[in-house]
């Protein structure tokens, strides 16, 4: 019998390790595409593949395509979670930040979502992007990263219509503020809200917003991905959910 596979893009550390893991935990084989295997050491090597690649590199995505179909005869989702975090106020964003953060997190994202439409052209499938909470409001100093992130859920919504009829379905998480290495150090940064002590500033931002009094986490972000592939959501798509402990009721 052959497994499920699903493509994880930034699936060694942070939200995607933990995507990676419920995955694997749900029985998948998982092919991680990032800049190294870092974080991966602790894994069975049957349950996983890994390729180095670039996310803004579009023979990149096709390659992670390739090998899922190698494994498991089909792509059964592709979670689009490679992304970065950053604050900076307009005054100072310049040329190369700007195209830093739309090359690797919305660029990133619709090469891996073509990708993945073409090697699931025949067989259908779930297509997974990790948005954020800044898709959906603004906040000072953000303004690069929210457009990035509002990008991908309107890239979600219009493709639900384009590849549904593929049975292709597009939905996107939107989590809130998730403690990984990455997230602290981004927080840590100058302009960022946080730069008095990433720490301090979480709590205060849970107790103040978050209705089930903490944050979400990767796992819960995990195993929403989970079921987005699963044929328990076979009746959703063109879908931005929120994953975050009701700080945005919608």
């Keep these: 019998m052959t497994k499920k596979t699903v493509v ?3 699936g060694n550390k942070g939200i995607g390790r933990a995507i990676t893991d419920a995955f694997i935990l749900a029985g998948y084989h998982v092919v991680i595409g990032s800049r190294s295997a870092t974080g991966l ?64 997190n919305l660029k990133g994202a619709f090469w891996g979502c073509k990708a993945a439409a073409a090697a699931m052209e025949n067989a259908g499938g ?16 953000n303004a690069m990263y929210c457009a990035t992130k509002f990008g991908m859920n309107g890239l979600t919504q219009s493709l639900c219509k384009e590849l549904g009829p593929k049975n292709i379905r597009v939905n996107a998480l939107c989590p809130v503020l998730i403690e990984t290495d990455g997230l602290m150090d981004a ?4 302009y960022a809200p946080g730069a008095n ?18 944050l979400p ?5 995990g195993n929403m ?8 959501a076979t009746g959703f798509t063109g879908q931005c959910i929120n994953v975050d402990c009701g700080v945005f009721p919608q």
């Design 225 to 232: 991905a989970v079921f987005l592939a699963s044929d328990a």
């Design 187 to 190: 927080l840590r940064e100058e």
């Design 8 to 10: 994880v893009t930034g």
């Design 126 to 141: 779930s297509i997974i992007n990790i948005s954020s909470m800044a898709a959906k409001r603004g906040s000072a100093n």
């Design 197 to 214: 002590g990433p720490e301090a500033f979480l709590s205060n931002f849970k107790a103040a917003n978050a209705a089930l009094g903490r």
């Design 41 to 104: 050491d602790d894994l069975d090597s049957a349950s996983y593949s890994h390729i180095a690649m670039d996310v803004r590199d579009e023979a990149a995505h096709v390659a992670l395509c390739e090998q899922a179909i190698k494994i498991g005869w089909k792509l059964d989702a592709f979670v689009n979670n490679a992304g970065v975090s950053a604050w900076r106020p307009i005054e100072k964003i310049d040329n190369a930040f700007f195209d830093d953060l739309m090359a690797i």
């Design 217 to 221: 986490t990767g796992e819960d972000v």
